[in-house]
């Protein structure tokens, strides 16, 4: 079977009103993700997408390399223009994962997973993975650009993933075709980002995400600027109006998202030591060195 992945294969696939009616494809590019940044900047409307059969520079997860090989994978990106406060914008990471599960799934029959907040996964095994990127000013996004990376017809992968990542033909031993999932998934996702944009949060899509989520109830490690939470007395729940959170922009995902079980113990603080008295008697126009005073006293106030 010939695995046509092109622009037209993608269109005739395509079953939305607006996302993806103006696509780009490229037969190669460093990343889908920073093309459209580029036309984002130039003023590009909502619902551009940008697809690509080889990605040389993508990005995963706390800057790791997501390389796209030339023939057997999809990378694409979705620019989006909503009007909503910034602080919940990375909900939309969500939406992007149920999107890509539902996807897939259509597709290729298999009951791939969500692992929240952004891996779709099959038997343990990553699958695909979603980067969300934004820019915001003064209180109003500029645009979120949704990467989306799908392991569709690798046969094999690096040594250094093999044990962690699989693809859809390592699961199901059967080329599928790229066209169809990139426009499925791409149908899912306008489906489901008019309804988290009608509610305003994730109440519409609570209920089909935590069916799909595998770690629903398990135990999470939650960093946060006051420390980590008890990864023992946490658990995985989609909080769909959360409150408008203080933290700075990379805490506000894991706050939408994540609601504690039973209040969380925070790190235990060492108390605090008085000054050491110096061991001389100084003048009273000499200071005392920096090394006299605790290090708290040196530090931005919390």
Not at 54 to 77: C, D, F, H, L, Y
Not at 86 to 95: G, K
Not at 235 to 263: D, E, F, H, I, M
């Amino acid at each position: 079977m010939k695995d046509e992945y092109d622009h037209d294969s993608i269109l005739e696939n395509l079953h939305t009103s607006w996302l993806g009616r103006e696509l780009l494809f490229f037969r190669e590019t460093g990343s889908t993700n920073d093309e459209l940044k580029q036309r984002a900047a130039d003023g590009a409307k909502e619902g551009l997408v940008a697809a690509a059969d080889i990605q040389s520079k993508g990005k995963g997860r706390k800057g790791r390399e997501w390389t796209t090989p030339e023939g057997v994978n999809i990378a694409m990106s979705y620019l989006l223009r909503p009007d909503i406060p910034p602080d919940s914008a990375p909900m939309i990471t969500l939406v992007m994962a149920l999107a890509a599960a539902k996807g897939i799934r259509e597709v290729s029959a298999l009951d791939v997973k969500i692992k929240w907040p952004n891996d779709i996964v099959m038997n343990g095994k990553k699958l695909a993975g979603i980067l969300t990127e934004m820019t915001a000013e003064q209180g109003h996004i500029g645009e979120v650009i949704v990467g989306t990376g799908i392991n569709v017809n690798a046969a094999s992968l690096p040594d250094e993933i093999k044990d962690k990542a699989t693809s859809i033909f390592m699961e199901s031993g059967k080329i599928c075709s790229r066209a169809k999932v990139a426009a499925a998934v791409t149908d899912a996702f306008e489906g489901y980002y008019a309804t988290f944009l009608k509610d305003g949060d994730l109440r519409g899509l609570r209920e089909e995400y935590n069916a799909s989520c595998v770690n629903v109830n398990a135990g999470v490690r939650v960093l946060d600027p006051a420390g980590e939470y008890d990864p023992k007395r946490s658990v995985v729940k989609l909080n769909v109006a959360p409150k408008r959170s203080a933290l700075r922009p990379n805490a506000v995902l894991k706050r939408n998202v994540l609601q504690l079980s039973k209040p969380a113990s925070r790190p235990n603080k060492k108390p605090r030591k008085s000054a050491p008295k110096p061991s001389v008697r100084l003048k009273k126009s000499a200071r005392p060195k920096q090394s006299f005073w605790p290090r708290w006293q040196h530090s931005p106030t919390r």
